[in-house]
């Protein structure tokens, strides 16, 4: 239910920035940093989708993989975790690249894609915690 509820603050937060790249906003709201140079850079569009609706779009799927996962069917089923742990690692590695094109291509910090960053990293640190659980493995978080 953890990953859930992350997921869910990641809806909100991707949900705001994608408002603002379609037009929907006008500006955005950054007490730190500078979300709208960020977020009008051309590393905010990948395949032609602004970055945040992949992301929204990445934590509506988690959300609802997560939620399938406290059903009392597949409540202690290891793929459902296996997939979340996939996903979060592919979370993970896409929040890197575009962190690094912050910090070393634009030389701005968007303090939304940042806290969307962490989202995901504790997405992924709940999600390999919990497969080990139900692998029957001793996990760091607990």
Not at 89 to 111: D, K, N, P, Q, R
């Amino acid at each position: 239910m953890i990953v859930a509820a992350l997921a869910l603050a990641g809806i909100l937060i991707s949900t705001y920035l994608t408002l603002y790249k379609l037009g929907v906003i006008g500006e955005l709201t950054c007490s730190i940093g500078s979300c709208e140079t960020v977020n009008t850079s051309r590393w905010s569009v990948f395949l032609g989708i602004p970055v945040a609706a992949w992301g929204l779009v990445f934590y509506m799927d988690v959300f609802v993989i997560a939620l399938v996962g406290t059903m009392p069917r597949f409540e202690n089923e290891p793929f459902i975790s296996v997939v979340l742990v996939a996903q979060a690692m592919v979370g993970v590695i896409f929040s890197a690249w575009l962190t690094y094109l912050e910090l070393g291509v634009i030389h701005a910090i968007c303090i939304w894609c940042v806290t969307s960053a962490v989202i995901v990293a504790a997405i992924s640190l709940v999600s390999i915690a919990d497969l080990r659980e139900i692998r029957g493995a001793p996990t760091p978080l607990s």
